[in-house]
């Protein structure tokens, strides 16, 4: 697997504020989300996942038996690859998203990526969903296990409104579809279904919705817990020395002479001053000459750049004058290698430390959610510790082994 991981050494340009760039390989980019123990030499077989599944390490006395050759055959179209005591998880729960964003990444990337190493890569991704969704599946376990049957059919219709109104607009955007049939077709060329989203958004509602029911907590904060942990925290409140500003910008390369991209940023920027000058309550001058004629990566939005901290671009001479110019004042017209620049500060912010009483409410909140986690951490591990899980990249294993929270070893029960 590593040399697969090497060979995938291909940088990806990812543009930032000004052009800065910062470097990125395919492989990294899904290694940043995958186990570390995905990363070790043979951790998963690079068998595609239409092709044979690992086997099963032998169940132990009691445990769960591995998946029977009728399990493992397709479930309307979607391959079961783990269970949890009496749930399964089937690939459609994950595959689509997983190839979605193999795809993403494959178009970032310039040169070819062969079939066996996007295999493994998958296979790592897919590794790493089965285990986010264990908890879920508990979850969901002990709400069917606690709720009368004769009631799940009402609950999940209940649930079919949020799920057309809100997480159907959530999958087209995702997935750059504009209707609903268009929807289902990429969700079938993934690898998935709307029938398969609608069971999954209906699991995840229901789980998080069973574990506050299940977790109470104190909602008291004292006053001292806010205070004593301001004082542990007081970095997190840190901010170093900010600027906000827009940009006109014109390409070098949209020219035969460089002077002649100087003398049309020179005419966006005479513009600016003259409809200021002529109409100086008449609206954004600067930012209609951005989106009309500017070629900064903000123009669409007037050649707004949000709050940037200083040395945070780049292009040094933009950094400078963002935190030399007065507010308000443009700048002269700034060389950035390939693009001239032309800049003005709207507000900056000095280094400083938020006040107590401006982050107070929001210490109260984090110390009322770090209780809740607590509470639910241990409600789930003993959750966990009842369970019995297979998945078809580790075989039989306890819930703590598969998320990664003690040694590895399999389950005997």
């Given at each position: 697997m590593l040399?697969?991981?090497?060979?995938?050494l291909?940088l990806?340009?990812?543009s930032?504020?000004?052009?800065?760039?910062c470097?990125?390989?395919?492989?990294?980019?899904f290694?940043d989300?995958?186990?570390a123990?995905?990363t070790?030499?043979?951790?998963?077989?690079?068998?595609p996942?239409?092709?044979?599944?690992?086997?099963?390490q032998?169940?132990?006395?009691?445990?769960i038996a591995?998946l029977?050759q009728?399990?493992?055959?397709?479930?309307?179209?979607?391959?079961?690859?783990?269970?949890?005591?009496?749930?399964?998880?089937?690939?459609?729960?994950?595959?689509?998203r997983?190839n979605q964003?193999?795809?993403?990444?494959?178009?970032k990337?310039?040169e070819?990526?062969?079939?066996?190493q996007?295999?493994a890569v998958?296979?790592?991704l897919?590794?790493?969903?089965?285990?986010?969704?264990?908890?879920?599946?508990?979850?969901y376990?002990?709400?069917l296990?606690?709720?009368?049957p004769?009631n799940?059919?009402?609950i999940?219709?209940?649930?079919?409104?949020?799920?057309?109104?809100?997480?159907i607009p959530s999958?087209?955007?995702?997935?750059?579809?504009?209707?609903?049939?268009?929807?289902?077709?990429?969700l079938a060329r993934?690898?998935?279904?709307l029938?398969?989203?609608?069971?999954?958004?209906n699991?995840?509602?229901?789980a998080?919705?069973?574990i506050?029911?299940?977790v109470?907590?104190?909602?008291?904060?004292?006053?001292?817990?806010?205070m004593a942990?301001?004082q542990?925290?007081?970095?997190?409140?840190?901010f170093?020395?900010?600027?906000k500003?827009?940009?006109?910008?014109?390409?070098k390369?949209?020219?035969?002479?460089?002077?002649e991209a100087y003398?049309?940023?020179?005419h966006?920027?005479?513009?600016v001053?003259q409809?200021?000058?002529?109409?100086?309550?008449?609206?954004p001058a600067?930012?209609d000459?951005?989106?009309?004629?500017s070629?900064?990566?903000?123009?669409?939005?007037?050649?707004?750049?949000?709050?940037?901290?200083?040395?945070?671009l780049?292009?040094?001479?933009?950094?400078?004058a963002?935190?030399?110019l007065?507010?308000?004042q443009?700048?002269?017209?700034?060389?950035?290698?390939?693009?001239f620049?032309?800049?003005?500060?709207?507000?900056r912010?000095?280094?400083?430390?938020?006040p107590?009483?401006?982050?107070?409410?929001?210490?109260?909140?984090?110390?009322?959610?770090?209780?809740?986690?607590?509470?639910v951490?241990?409600y789930l591990?003993?959750?966990?510790?009842?369970?019995r899980?297979?998945t078809?990249?580790?075989?039989?294993?306890?819930a703590?082994v598969l998320?990664?929270?003690?040694?590895?070893?399999?389950?005997?029960?």
């Amino acid at each position: 697997m590593l040399r697969f991981i090497r060979n995938l050494l291909i940088l990806i340009a990812i543009s930032a504020a000004v052009g800065s760039k910062c470097a990125r390989t395919f492989g990294q980019e899904f290694l940043d989300i995958a186990p570390a123990a995905a990363t070790q030499p043979n951790a998963i077989p690079a068998t595609p996942l239409g092709g044979a599944l690992p086997e099963a390490q032998p169940a132990a006395a009691g445990a769960i038996a591995p998946l029977t050759q009728a399990d493992s055959a397709n479930l309307d179209g979607c391959q079961v690859i783990a269970r949890i005591d009496d749930q399964i998880i089937l690939a459609c729960d994950v595959l689509w998203r997983v190839n979605q964003l193999i795809e993403q990444q494959k178009q970032k990337v310039s040169e070819d990526v062969t079939p066996e190493q996007i295999a493994a890569v998958r296979q790592q991704l897919m590794k790493k969903q089965v285990a986010a969704l264990v908890d879920r599946k508990l979850l969901y376990k002990e709400f069917l296990r606690n709720v009368p049957p004769e009631n799940i059919p009402r609950i999940e219709q209940n649930l079919s409104e949020p799920f057309e109104e809100k997480e159907i607009p959530s999958l087209m955007k995702q997935l750059h579809v504009e209707n609903k049939r268009d929807l289902e077709k990429e969700l079938a060329r993934l690898g998935s279904s709307l029938a398969d989203e609608r069971r999954s958004f209906n699991e995840r509602i229901i789980a998080a919705e069973w574990i506050h029911s299940k977790v109470k907590v104190n909602e008291e904060v004292s006053p001292e817990e806010m205070m004593a942990y301001y004082q542990a925290h007081l970095a997190d409140y840190d901010f170093p020395l900010q600027a906000k500003w827009e940009e006109l910008a014109v390409r070098k390369d949209k020219y035969k002479d460089p002077r002649e991209a100087y003398a049309a940023l020179a005419h966006m920027g005479n513009d600016v001053w003259q409809q200021h000058a002529q109409k100086p309550t008449k609206g954004p001058a600067f930012a209609d000459v951005a989106r009309a004629k500017s070629d900064g990566f903000t123009a669409s939005r007037g050649g707004d750049h949000d709050w940037t901290t200083k040395n945070a671009l780049q292009c040094k001479a933009i950094d400078e004058a963002l935190f030399k110019l007065q507010v308000g004042q443009m700048s002269t017209i700034i060389d950035g290698g390939p693009t001239f620049h032309i800049v003005r500060v709207l507000e900056r912010k000095e280094a400083g430390r938020k006040p107590y009483t401006e982050v107070q409410a929001d210490i109260r909140e984090k110390l009322k959610e770090e209780r809740f986690q607590t509470e639910v951490e241990k409600y789930l591990a003993q959750l966990r510790s009842e369970s019995r899980i297979w998945t078809a990249f580790t075989g039989n294993v306890s819930a703590d082994v598969l998320l990664g929270r003690k040694p590895d070893e399999t389950v005997k029960k």
